[in-house]
């Protein structure tokens, strides 16, 4: 049974930083691309970043270029997002994903407000 459980959600003031975790299970982790996609109310879901499965290679949509990290753990099947300098518009629910399998997490709900 695969399982993509998110944690690390919260609210935030605009600036301040959040780190998202994903833990995978009922599937080969670390022979799978990983992303996060994010969906803000009203708005369909958006790629937010990947990375390979051997986690050389990330790519990120240009809106958080610079601000946002991924990363992975195959050792312990994690993939991180390290969000930096957040913004309102960075409010969404935050989902972990392998996108070639169509595995999805449930998603965190990350808010950015004063």
């Known amino acids: 049974q695969v399982q993509l459980v998110e944690s690390g959600g919260g609210l935030v003031q605009p600036g301040e930083s959040l780190r998202l975790s994903c833990i995978a299970s009922?599937?080969?982790?670390?022979?799978?691309?990983m992303a996060w996609f994010r969906q803000a109310p009203g708005k369909g879901r958006e790629f937010v970043a990947r990375i390979t499965d051997n986690g050389r290679y990330t790519d990120y949509t240009d809106f958080v270029k610079g601000r946002f990290t991924i990363s992975r753990d195959n050792a312990k099947n994690m993939v991180f997002l390290q969000m930096n300098n957040l913004k309102p518009e960075d409010t969404a629910v935050y989902y972990c994903?392998?996108?070639?399998?169509?595995?999805w997490g449930h998603g965190t709900q990350v808010t950015v407000s004063s």
């Open positions: 009922g599937f080969t982790f670390e022979n799978q691309g």
């Open positions: 994903g392998a996108p070639n399998r169509d595995f």
